[in-house]
């Protein structure tokens, strides 16, 4: 009977990351919940990686090792998992959803023939089956053991360079007081103008949801989100954005969020402190003579 | 080259979409599909590809006899020809479930290099691509932004977090999910859809799923929670809540 649950925590040379963490966090709730041993799986080239899982409250830390695992690839963490799934054999493996977990998890579950079930923001247990769904588990976790696992990894066939980061931005968003961010629902180039006209009433930089900076509408050093900036203005307004999780980890720390979207059930308004349902063609054009009028 | 991209139909993006009855999917009836976003800038990248290193970009659409509209628009903007896997429902379809069909509905074709979009806009499961990869025994890389295709091996820019991004080298053939914006997307022509009518659609059946039981099901769609008490403005008169926020922005937020 597989049994317990085991956590992949990602680090990048010794440096776990938060949403590690969290998964920790998500692991803990859950084996107290079901009343199962909660372990971390670390993987490295060094034994003493897993080290610093040490002081979390975990029932084992274990450090799946092989040399080739000192970079992330695919086809070595997909290896590696595998193993350690294997001689574990655990009810429940969870991940932090990075873009690096997005790349093996779904490898690793095809070998046991499954799937992930991605993007898993909650988990409720009835009587001991348990639903995921869209939530954040939030918490704080220690750890007391750590095992080693050597582990066999097999050919691993994509050779990876060092990350990198462009050129400096040219703009720097994360300095803005104030933002106006337009998105898909702007609809053509030319109503960008539009867009402008109020960031110039709010003294705001103009920014964007990734749709439009990969449309060329705006240059790539505007968008925000995951891929983008993260900014934390005093105010962002969202005109005609959706409110994505990949866009709203960049803004949702503003200290007031302002969104117009024609769709009342746009997930941005759940993070908007004002929001207008209505077409942002209508809605802008007046807020610009508005504020011009409140000014004086 | 050989090159194989797969191409799914979803709901129209400024669609306001509703629950269904049993609360199970949304309701499909009176909506408008499109191309998943990002599949079609893998198709806009496949042809780029062939255009500079010769060979044949072969679409792959898993779907409905509605996602004959992705087929016919990628013909049009160059794709050579196209296999339509027809399954009329892709509800509680999982991502192995699906990957497994599309893996032998391609198998034959024996492509150097299959094209995803790194996530459907609809299930947003962003693993079809990988698990496709692991079922066919080829290498891939995931959220894909530029493909160096020139050499013996392939080279890829993968997008990583905030800004970071990482080169990848890798044998062919070889697998890829591309991220949107990874090249601007052409329009069809009018002679592309004239040419498109001559090309070949080939019809297949889904190969048999798994008797198993699939590893997740889809027990309830609902609206998320909302979480923040966001105060409307204007009451669906848009102007009077322009009016009111600007006096919001003035009084509460203290903006100006
Ligand atoms: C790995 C990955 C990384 C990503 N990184 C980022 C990132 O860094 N930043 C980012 O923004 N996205 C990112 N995305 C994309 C993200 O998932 C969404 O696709 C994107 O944020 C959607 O942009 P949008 O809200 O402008 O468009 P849509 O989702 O299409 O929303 C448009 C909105 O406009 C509304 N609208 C339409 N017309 C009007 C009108 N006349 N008046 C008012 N409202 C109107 C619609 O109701 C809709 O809500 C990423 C995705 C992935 C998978
Ligand atoms: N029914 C389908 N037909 C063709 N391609 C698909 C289908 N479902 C998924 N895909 C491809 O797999 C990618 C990832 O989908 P998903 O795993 O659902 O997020 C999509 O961007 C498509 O390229």
Redesign the pocket.
Known sequence: MPNGIIIFTEHRDGAFNKASFEAVAAGQQLGATLGQPVSAVVLSADANVAQGLADYKLDRVVSVENAKLSEYTPDGYADALESAVRALDPAYVLMPHT?LVRDFAPKLAARFGKDVISDCVRASVDGGAVTFSRRIFLGKIDADVVESMPVEVGEVRMKPEAPFQEVKAAVDLSKAEVIVAI???I?GQDNIQLAQQLADALGAELAA????CDAGWLPIDR??????QTVAPKLYVAL?????I??LV?MKNARTIVA????PE?PIFDIADYGIVG???EVVPTLVEEIKKLKG | MKIIVLMKQVAN??AILRINRDATWIEEGDLSFEVNESDGYALEESLRLKEKHGGEVVVCTMGAQRAKSVIKDALARGADRAIHVVKDDLLNLTPYAGAKILAEAIRGEQPDLVMTG??SDDNGFAQTGVILAELLGLPHAT?VIEVDASGEQLRVKRELESGWYQWYTMPKPALLTI?SGISQIRYATLKGIMAAKKKEIKEVAPAATDPAAPSQRVTKVYFPQKTKQTQFLGDGNAKAGAAQLAEKLRSEARVF
Do not use: C, T, W
Request: proline residues 3%.
């Open positions: 873009y998105g898909r629902g609809k949801s990734r749709p439009i968008q925000i989100g995951s891929s983008g005609g954005i959706s409110g994505a990949q866009h960049g117009v979207n024609k769709d746009a077409d942002l063609f | 993006k400024d790194l996530q959220i991220q």
